[in-house]
């Protein structure tokens, strides 16, 4: 059963924001244990003090903000709509996945209407307001009274991209990620029509974070994690034998170097060969992954072979900047 005295992680119940959300906690070391896939309770091995949730993601924003969940993850779109910055705390911003905007887009056939001035100019022309289908009436409304457009905001919980051509609205405001479903529907963004740029982000409740010592620690816990795996995807390790006359010197000729120079600097350690010759060692260097070409030229240059390349799970600071950002937020 369900546990009040559970701490609470809210996941999105479908879509691309579920996949997303389940692979990068997976890839993060945090896998999902869904026993059923029309669950919506499951665990999270790892941090078995940690249940999991399924929920729209619009009903994460609304559960976290009244304190029934403790974390959630979802876009930073929906906690812009739904609100309540008073009683939620963004713990990490960037996820990394989930990208997308939400646009303004009018038909094709509209050819002189392409940027928001021109939109003003097309609506003062019309009998009525401009209706715009949108299922984020907040954001939407407020963009629009932004740039003094007359229009009327139809609801829609269905597919929006149809609404011009059925004829309930004249255009629509909705989430663009590659835009090809918006080309399929013979729609077109407005050049300047963002209305709000959005990712995956990771949220809590700030009364919970504050009265709740075993919630506290659970957000460092994931932040810990989440912060260590995006650091470590980022790098990969790189392994190379090579002569010298001790560690000292082959330290000094990789800081010739300008891709392996490691985090603070490289591991250096005897190396044991099988025809006895002398001064033989293992380096080991973290290498960002996109200077890896580069890193391994110069460790050939500088005498470097034998070189091996393994990808990294986690790299872990002393303590996760983005869990003293809560902390500093906390007390402020």
Not at 97 to 124: M, Q, R
Not at 192 to 219: C, F, H, W, Y
Not at 304 to 316: E, K, L, M, R
Request: aromatic share 6%; proline share 6%.
């Amino acid at each position: 059963m369900f546990s009040q005295q559970n701490v609470r992680l809210s996941l999105p119940s479908k879509g691309r924001l579920e996949t997303g959300a389940l692979e990068f906690l997976s890839e993060a070391g945090l896998h999902v244990f869904k026993p059923n896939p029309r669950q919506y309770l499951a665990d999270l091995p790892a941090l078995p003090d940690l249940r999991v949730i399924f929920q729209r993601p619009g009903d994460i924003v609304v559960s976290v903000r009244q304190g029934s969940i403790d974390f959630g993850i979802t876009g930073l779109d929906m906690i812009e709509e739904k609100g309540g910055h008073d009683d939620i705390l963004i713990l990490h911003d960037a996820l990394g996945f989930g990208s997308c905007a939400l646009k303004l887009a009018v038909p094709e056939n509209w050819k002189t209407v392409t940027d928001i001035a021109s939109l003003k100019e097309y609506a003062a022309t019309l009998e009525s307001n401009l209706r715009v289908a949108t299922k984020f009436p907040f954001l939407t409304e407020r963009f629009l009274n932004q740039h003094n457009i007359a229009h009327s905001l139809i609801s829609a919980e269905g597919t929006l991209e149809s609404a011009p051509t059925i004829g309930y609205a004249d255009m629509i405001s909705d989430l663009v990620s590659s835009g090809q479903t918006l080309l399929d529907n013979r729609l077109r963004p407005l050049t300047d029509g963002v209305i709000q740029r959005s990712q995956a982000v990771l949220i809590a409740n700030r009364k919970a974070l504050q009265t709740r010592p075993e919630v506290l620690e659970m957000a460092r816990r994931l932040l810990e994690y989440i912060e260590a795996h995006m650091r470590a995807k980022d790098n990969v390790l790189v392994i190379a034998n090579m002569r010298g006359e001790n560690p000292q010197v082959i330290a000094q000729k990789i800081f010739t170097q300008t891709s392996v120079g490691g985090l603070q600097g490289p591991t250096i350690s005897p190396l044991g060969v099988r025809d006895g010759t002398p001064n033989w060692y293992a380096v080991t260097v973290v290498v960002r992954r996109d200077h890896l070409p580069q890193a391994i030229s110069e460790l050939r240059l500088i005498g470097g072979s034998g070189i091996i390349v393994s990808p990294i799970t986690y790299i872990f600071e002393e303590e996760p900047p983005r869990y003293k950002a809560m902390l500093t937020a906390l007390n402020g």
